[in-house]
């Protein structure tokens, strides 16, 4: 479950928005970035693997997305 935080109005920058959710400590932004890749990149491994080539059309993500 998602906590609500306190983030100014004024991070609309994505990174800024990132630093403020985790207190502007750069290194547990960093791991959480790295921890959620990790989840998406499961994610992508189960999908592609239920998914049939029909179903996409034969595309598959290239290694830019790994």
């Known amino acids: 479950m ?3 935080r306190n983030i100014p109005a ?3 920058n994505p990174v ?8 502007n ?3 547990a932004t960093i ?3 790295l921890a959620d890749r990790v989840r998406l990149q499961e994610q992508l491994a189960m999908a592609r ?4 080539k ?3 059309r034969g595309w598959f993500p290239g ?3 790994e």
Not at 16 to 23: E, I, L, S, T
Not at 49 to 52: K, L, N, P, T
Request: charged content about 25%; glycine content about 6%.
């Open 25 to 27: 400590d750069p290194r």
């Open 63 to 65: 290694r830019e997305f």
């Open 54 to 56: 029909g179903f996409t």
């Open 2 to 4: 998602l906590v609500e």
């Open 49 to 52: 693997a239920c998914i049939s």
């Open 31 to 33: 791991e959480a970035l």
């Open 16 to 23: 800024d928005a990132a630093m403020a959710w985790h207190g």
């Open 10 to 12: 004024a991070a609309s």
